[in-house]
């Protein structure tokens, strides 16, 4: 089955921590998007990857780092300077003629 | 600037009553339009783009270029449709890149 996996389910961060959300694709697509999703915001971006080893920053990459040394993969890191963190992140691919495709999201709480 | 407005942040209908969720956009260009649904507690899936045309679940959108509208519209909603509905625009960007663009969506309640 293609898809794209996103774990943890949920996480659990402490203040000053830096966490690392997963985000894997099987779908051989190219291009891969980091979203945070907060109630009455909808989905605003974070960080998008067209190609391996290339990213760019999107609305709200303040607090955020990301990497793609692979295509599968676009782990995002939540820095402790990101100062409300608290959200639902969402991670998307897509290979153009085709929509985009979401993983089913990672829960993340300040504790 | 390109953007994506759903004026409604809630929206209730009865079961069997026609339901139409507003999305306008601001884009230069030709505009590339989805809309998702995410159900409670699942990710959010497509449900259909304009520039396919397909009817699904019941739902359907049409393009209105001159209004700048992508409104979705269901003629006789039912109960498993209460669910989050997001309108979203495919923005290009220099060099080839893409991303997308959602409005801050609009909550579909259908009451029994």
């Known amino acids: 089955d293609g898809g794209i996996t996103q774990s943890p389910k949920y996480l659990f961060r402490k203040e000053g921590q830096n966490v690392t959300l997963s985000c894997e694709q099987n779908?051989?697509?190219?291009?891969m998007y980091w979203y945070r999703q907060d109630p009455g915001q909808g989905l605003r971006l974070i960080y998008y990857?067209?190609?391996?080893?290339?990213?760019q920053k999107g609305d709200i990459a303040e607090g955020y780092s990301v990497s793609r040394e692979k295509k599968e993969s676009f782990p995002l890191t939540v820095t402790s300077a990101q100062k409300n963190p608290t959200a639902f992140y969402l991670c998307?691919?897509?290979?153009?003629?085709?929509?985009?495709?979401f993983g089913s999201g990672t829960r993340l709480t300040v504790v | 600037a390109q953007r994506v407005t759903q004026p409604e942040k809630l929206l209730s209908v009865f079961k069997g009553a026609p339901v139409e969720l507003k999305c306008n956009y601001s884009?230069?260009?030709?505009?590339?339009l989805f809309w998702y649904v995410q159900y409670s507690r699942q990710r959010l899936q497509l449900l259909l783009r304009?520039?396919s045309r397909e009817s699904i679940k019941g739902f359907t959108a049409d393009l209105n270029k001159g209004e700048t509208s992508f409104h979705l519209k269901k003629p006789f909603a039912q109960e498993e449709d209460s669910a989050m509905y997001y309108c979203?625009?495919?923005?290009?960007?220099?060099?080839?890149?893409?991303?997308?663009?959602f409005g801050k969506g609009t909550k579909l309640t259908v009451n029994p």
């Open positions: 979203a625009l495919n923005r290009r960007l220099e060099g080839g890149s893409e991303k997308l663009v």
């Open positions: 304009h520039i």
């Open positions: 884009y230069s260009g030709s505009p590339e």
């Open positions: 998307a691919s897509r290979q153009h003629p085709a929509g985009y495709t």
């Open positions: 990857s067209q190609i391996v080893n290339d990213f």
């Open positions: 779908l051989n697509h190219d291009a």
